[in-house]
């Protein structure tokens, strides 16, 4: 049986004993999966606003991915009036805007993400920030059971600090993020450590509320694992026995053999059907792509939640346009010009690039020189940065966090060695998260192995990689999102091109999931700790340079399979992909240089895959 989706405006009566409590109230909600648990958060800010108890001003929402922030926007935007203007913030971003203001200083753009917090809940302790706190009267806080380590002591910090009403929302059964704390003694301990926090501190004030009402299951074939959710939320010590139960019930779904063959072809491109892979590590993720490309099969590769792509228009329109301003209608006139994805709204891309300068509403003009500094600190609003939508898409259960499709097919992650009851509970919801992003139908099939030895982490370099039977053996290594240099314009490093001749080509022929080449330039290494350059040849043509990021890791990686001695360098490295174009912010002297305008910006490839190495010879490139 079908179940029919609920309209914005009803509300079950769960739903509404959450969205009805006063602005002072400070409540604990437990939602599980396709609880309908934004649709109630939205409801409450809306009322909140709507019924006078509460400006937009004075809210404040913080979750953990861009992709939850775009949803509560949307949704804010779609349903509220006044509410639509809520502040929503990832707890990194709203850390970083918080540094920025009360210690401006310092550049808190180049500091690492737990850094940022740790000094962020210190700011709050001391006193730092109240004034830019002083207007809070509600903070909402998206899926409390991640809440780990430095993230959790600076939300402990602020609602300790600031009295104000709070409304903390998720789902102990979908606890996943635990790994973020490596010992595992310290791991355990901070399981449902954050709740119990909010017991002792505010004790009798707390509300505790529960939405246990399903939502996103459509067909019975979807909802074999919300069964597990109370008794994973219990935290009864029997994660073994829970872990094997899941694994037993993802068995009893459909099994598919491949991906590739005529019946899941049928499945996978089903219109109007989206469909997501998921696997237990991004490892595995790859291959799957892998396995997917070779077929000819679209898909996208789920990205990190902090990984950040400013799209190719931005960029195309900061190359061109001379001024420091463009105003709407010349906006409006180089619409024709740029490269936009088939769903982006021109009209919603104006709105998002004032908002990503500040300009204010109903402006008829954005100040691109802010519009950069916003984009070197990796600031612009969410929906400018989203990943396209595909009906098909690879991801890691982390990754998919959040996430729904029609139909789930897990690559079945096996019972692994044996382990702690504690590592096999957090196994056990990992495969829960993976089961319940479900609407329609689940499926599985078997986990991608590599047949000439074996796909792991590299301890050094941190990416996974190819290694052959015999642990010296180098095969591949993961290509990631920072190894093409944006430091100054392709064409102008390592190779020479017409830089703007290149940006149009870059714009215009080379796609997503296009695959690409990296060839060795010349045999001398960059330095004592790099490898030589790599060039990125999209057929044949040289369209980009390697970074220092990439030749520091693939001699990390190399020189630990060469006991000491010299690494043999791979010719090529095959079997990479286009993730994306984008637009990246370099010296606004180079970007004059090249021709191509005064802002500093232009555009290069974004890569992606479990490349392979490719041995012997020389480099074939000549002179370029």
Known sequence: MRVAEKPFGLLTTEQRAVVDLPVETRALVTAGPGAGKTHTLVRRLEMLVDDGEATAGDLLVLTFSRAAVRELRARLA?????????????????????????RGEVDWRIQPFDARIRAAAAAIQIGEADDFCEELGHVAID?????????????????????????VVGDPAQAIYGFQIRNLVERAAENGRFAAWLREIFADELVELALTENFRVRYPEAEGALSFGTRLRSN???????????????????????????????MLSAEGVTTA???????????????????????????????????????RLMSTVRSTT??????????????????????????????????????????????????????????????????????????AKGLEFDRVIVADPGMGREESDAESADEARMLFVALTRARDDVAWIETPAYPNGRVCK?????????????????????????????DDPPGTVDFTADCPDLQVYLMNKVRPGDEVVLERLHDLPLGD??????????????????SRRFRLDIRRFLQTGAYGGEPTWPRRLERVRVDAIEAVCGSEATGVEAGLGPHGVWLVPKLVGLSSFVYGGHSSLGDL
């Not at 430095?150 to 104000?164: H, K, Q």
């Not at 991004?282 to 679209?298: F, K, M, P, Q, T």
């Not at 802010?370 to 609003?381: D, E, H, K």
């Not at 180098?474 to 990631?480: P, Q």
């Open 78 to 102: 779609r349903h509220g009036q006044a509410a639509r203007y809520v502040r929503v913030h990832t707890f990194d971003a709203w850390a970083l805007e918080l540094l920025t203001t009360v």
């Open 143 to 167: 899926e409390f059971q991640d809440l780990v380590g430095e993230r959790r002591v600076m939300v402990e910090s602020l609602l300790d600090r600031f009295d104000c009403g709070f409304t």
């Open 236 to 266: 009864g010590g029997d994660g073994k026995m829970l872990r094997r139960g899941l694994h037993s019930m993802l068995r009893g779904t459909m099994p598919l053999e491949s991906l590739s063959g005529q019946f899941e072809r049928a």
């Open 458 to 486: 590299d301890t050094v370099s941190t990416r996974w990689v190819k290694v052959g039977w015999d642990r010296r053996q180098r095969h591949g290594m993961e290509i990631r999102g920072d190894d093409v240099s944006g």
């Open 277 to 315: 892979v998921l696997c237990r590590t991004n490892g595995h993720a790859l291959l799957v792509s892998e396995e997917l490309h070779d077929a000819g099969i679209r898909h996208r590769l789920q990205r990190s939640a902090v990984d950040q792509v400013v799209p190719a228009w931005i960029g």
């Open 326 to 399: 463009i105003t709407r209608a010349e906006f409006d006139r180089r619409l024709p010009e740029l490269p936009f994805g088939s769903d982006d709204d021109p009209e919603l891309l104006w709105d998002w690039l004032v908002r990503a300068t500040a300009a204010g509403r109903g402006t008829r003009a954005v100040d691109l020189s802010i519009l950069r500094v916003r984009m070197a600190g990796g600031m612009l609003p969410d929906e400018l940065v989203e990943q396209p939508s595909t009906n098909l898409v690879v991801s890691s259960y982390h990754r």
């Open 529 to 546: 700790k790099e490898s030589p350059p790599y060039l990125v040849l999209h057929h044949g043509r040289a369209i980009a340079t390697t």
